[in-house]
């Protein structure tokens, strides 16, 4: 029998085409750049009216003695999910740089909720089956108040004819203040708080509520926000209260893609973030941590105790973290070793010249050990989870092992390709 590969007749396999398409149309570096172009014009027209609907500044004559902060505005192009352009976004900001603290800000933090918060709770969300929903608050820093008087410039285009030499009285927080992300905290947080939430010790960006037997978790990272709530209906009703007062869109899910490798930072911030979505939501990475020594480590058995301190520390923390979602553990926390050394020592009393210099991380260890709140079990090299994050094992361990952290193999290679 004759085969078409032989005659050179085969039919060519057709793949499909993972490349998102992007667009190559450049975002304007300064403001004369962008009024050569309708859609930036446009643009910029719809912020301006935006901010003067928000009441964002009052234009008032320019006190002698004060420090006026500069405007600018910047320019960016939202793309939807193949890469097309969604709308062109002009946003005014204020050149931050140029205040003085003191006279125009004090406070400059922006609370934000511990990747290990996010973790706890996506993974408690899962365990109960709860609904999550993630947002983001639209011009989020524009809902703070501001404490200091700040004047800023007239933005370049929209200089009252009337009045060129006044200027903004800021009436809210902008975008580029210092102080813009504690302000917005503070609006939000005190907004929650009349709603009947209240706020978790162990992480300030951690928000609950409790009624009738229901439960809800908020959590606040700037302006994005990850909520979970033990009922469907109460998911729907914290979603309409929150759109009452700010508005806000649900945020777009991640896709998948394959592309050629880019030199544009937007798109590599891009990658980066997808990838830091990857670690706070995939069960088998979600507390995975691979990082250098703080110390050189004169022994394995040093290093392997001083990852033990780091777990039992970090497991101390979620423990009381649970408490306060009345989470209450049936039994202690089981912390596992391949290192028989190191077990020894957080077991041991007994102290060893060799080991003076790591006494304060033994103690740590060795005291919640005697007290039963947490346990350290000694686990062959072979059963080592981990090891698969970062070693090179072979074939047939690695099956094992990606098989106990719940990953199925992929169709390629279930069918043999």
């Not at 009216?49 to 320019?62: D, G, I, M, Q, Y």
């Not at 999550?132 to 285009?157: C, E, R």
């Not at 911030?269 to 941590?289: E, H, K, M, N, W």
Request: include cysteine; hydrophobic fraction near 45%.
């Amino acid at each position: 029998m004759i085969t078409g590969s032989q005659v050179g007749t085969q039919k060519p396999r057709v793949l499909p085409s993972l490349l998102a398409s992007r667009t190559d149309i450049k975002e304007p570096k300064t403001f004369k750049e962008a009024c050569q172009f309708s859609e930036w014009r446009s643009a910029m027209v719809d912020e301006f009216s935006a901010l003067l609907k928000n009441n964002t500044w009052s234009l008032v004559p320019c006190p002698s003695t004060v420090n006026v902060v500069g405007s600018k505005w910047v320019y960016r192009i939202k793309q939807k999910a193949d890469g097309s352009i969604e709308r062109f976004k002009a946003r005014l900001i204020a050149q931050g740089f140029t205040q003085q603290q003191g006279i125009d800000y004090n406070d400059t933090f922006s609370l934000v909720v511990k990747p290990v918060t996010i973790r706890t709770i996506l993974a408690l969300a899962v365990m109960y089956s709860w609904p999550i929903h993630q947002l983001d608050v639209k011009n989020a820093f524009l809902y703070g108040w501001l404490s200091k008087v700040v004047y800023m410039s007239q933005p370049l285009g929209f200089i009252d004819p009337k009045y060129p030499d006044y200027v903004c009285r800021l009436n809210r927080a902008l975008y580029g203040l210092k102080q813009a992300p504690c302000t917005w905290f503070q609006r939000f947080g005190s907004f929650l708080f009349t709603r009947d939430f209240s706020q978790v010790r162990s992480n300030s960006s951690m928000f609950l509520y409790h009624s009738n037997g229901a439960m809800a978790i908020l959590l606040l990272y700037v302006d994005d926000i990850v909520l979970t709530t033990s009922t469907k209906l109460l998911l729907h009703a914290i979603i309409s209260l929150l759109k009452m007062v700010t508005p806000m869109a649900p945020k777009a899910k991640l896709f998948s893609t394959d592309s050629l490798a880019y030199s544009d930072p937007a798109f590599y911030r891009s990658i980066v973030g997808a990838l830091q979505y990857l670690t706070f939501t995939r069960p088998d990475i979600a507390f995975a941590v691979g990082q250098k020594q703080n110390t050189v480590a004169r022994s394995s058995a040093e290093a392997e105790y001083r990852a033990i301190a780091n777990a039992v520390a970090e497991v101390l923390w979620v423990r009381q973290l649970l408490s306060e979602l009345h989470v209450f553990l049936h039994s202690p926390p089981m912390v596992y070793c391949d290192n028989i050394s190191a077990i020894y020592m957080s077991l041991n009393p007994v102290q060893h010249q060799r080991t003076k210099h790591i006494e304060i991380d033994i103690h740590f260890v060795r005291e919640h050990v005697i007290s039963g709140i947490i346990c350290i079990q000694y686990l062959p090299s072979f059963a080592q989870r981990a090891d698969v994050l970062t070693k090179a094992l072979s074939s047939a361990l690695f099956r094992s092992q990606r098989s106990n952290l719940s990953v199925l193999c992929s169709p390629t290679q279930i069918a043999g390709g």
